[in-house]
């Protein structure tokens, strides 16, 4: 096979490996992304929700601001190249549970700058159980599969895209970085989501992926709701054809990608609970997501090997954290820009 030499070899072809691909491209720089589809879906089948608040304890975005913005200009032209719609706002309306919860907002409100300006929305619509109101804000949806799918396409025609299982073994390091059967390259970076803890220098890094099924069902109902994003303990995201994604289940136990009826029930059941209507299941996947043990991004170069670097634990958020992530990584490779500590690998001891 003809010898490639490249700046990057890429290893994983989902959302992490796609963004920064195209990211290198955009920055004047090479790279090679190695990615059979078949090891991990979590891209594919990703509800693709940038939700700035999330969780029991309404926890923000990282650099909420920051990253947002590295967001909203990455998929912006995405859509001018490519003449096709990856991003949208949506509108927002979180549901307190109970009155705990509303406390806990109140509280997390007056001590957190960015969520000055959320407040309960005008109205709740009387369709929707909610005892305990809420709050309204913007969020915003990615279309994952389409941007992977997109993005693949682009790499494939650029000849940029080896589609193959990357085998560690085949691997050396060399004095200018690291060659992979054919191809040399400065860096390699590791993007293959929760499968990284297979590869041998890495197999001790602090992931805990966590399994989750997604439901797409069809609602018997022309209600004016479904034109919102609502989240009370289940999230409904309306989706531009009509259809409902219900989510999402988090499991940490059995790691694969079997959808479990059970859980589709369990996911319906708490979607009835918030909006009391006839709901379709029309399709139901499920996936691993590569979940930091501390739920945030991990970027940096393993301690040992400083030519191996890594882009990984998007956990729930890689639609929001991959093109600020994607940015950063490419100055810290090249000019040795740090990382903030919260995305660094080096915010562990042990990796450092
Ligand atoms: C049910 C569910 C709902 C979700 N909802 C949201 C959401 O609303 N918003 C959000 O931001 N995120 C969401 N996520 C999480 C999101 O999907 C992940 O953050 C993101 O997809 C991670 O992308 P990744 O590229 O790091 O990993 P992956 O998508 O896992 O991609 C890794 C790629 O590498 C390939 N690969 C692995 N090993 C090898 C190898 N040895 N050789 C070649 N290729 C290899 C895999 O096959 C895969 O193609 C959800 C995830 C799930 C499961």
Excluded at 239 to 268: C, F, H, K, M, Q
Aim: hydrophobic share 45%.
């Amino acid at each position: 096979m003809k010898k490639i030499s490249t700046d990057y070899l890429i290893i994983g072809g989902g959302l992490a490996g796609c963004v920064f691909a195209y990211t290198l491209r955009q920055r004047g720089l090479g790279c090679i992304l190695v990615d059979t589809p078949l090891l991990s879906n979590a891209s594919r089948i990703s509800a693709g929700i940038i939700n700035p608040i999330s969780g029991k304890r309404f926890s923000p975005l990282w650099d909420s601001h920051n990253v947002v913005s590295a967001a909203e200009r990455f998929y912006a032209t995405l859509e001018a190249q490519f003449s096709e719609q990856f991003f949208r706002p949506l509108s927002a309306l979180r549901l307190f549970t109970d009155a705990d919860e509303r406390e806990l907002w109140f509280t997390k409100r007056a001590s957190t700058l960015t969520f000055a300006g959320y407040v309960p929305p005008e109205r709740i619509d009387a369709g929707l159980r909610q005892e305990f109101g809420g709050i309204g804000y913007t969020a915003w949806h990615v279309d994952v599969a389409a941007v992977v799918t997109r993005l693949r396409r682009w790499l494939s025609v650029n000849a940029l895209l080896v589609e193959d299982l990357f085998e560690e073994q085949y691997l050396t390091y060399t004095s200018t970085g690291a060659e992979y059967k054919h191809i040399s390259a400065r860096h390699i970076v590791l993007c293959n989501g929760w499968t990284v803890l297979q590869n041998s220098l890495w197999k001790d890094l602090p992931l805990s992926p966590a399994k989750g099924e997604l439901l797409t069902v069809q609602a018997d109902t022309q209600d004016a709701l479904l034109r919102d994003f609502i989240i009370k303990g289940v999230f409904l995201l309306p989706l531009p054809d009509g259809l409902l994604r219900v989510g999402a289940s988090y499991s940490w136990d059995e790691l694969d990608e079997t959808p479990t009826p059970e859980t589709a029930e369990n996911l319906i059941a708490k979607a009835q609970a918030v909006f009391p209507i006839p709901m379709r299941l029309l399709r139901h996947d499920a996936g691993v997501r590569p979940a930091a043990q501390d739920s945030k991004p991990i970027l940096g170069v393993h301690p040992l090997e400083p030519r191996c670097a890594i882009m990984n634990g998007f956990g729930s958020k890689g639609a929001a954290y991959t093109p600020f992530c994607a940015e950063a990584m490419i100055d810290f490779l090249e000019t040795g820009a740090p990382l903030a500590n919260w995305c660094a690998l080096t915010r562990w001891k042990a990796w450092r």
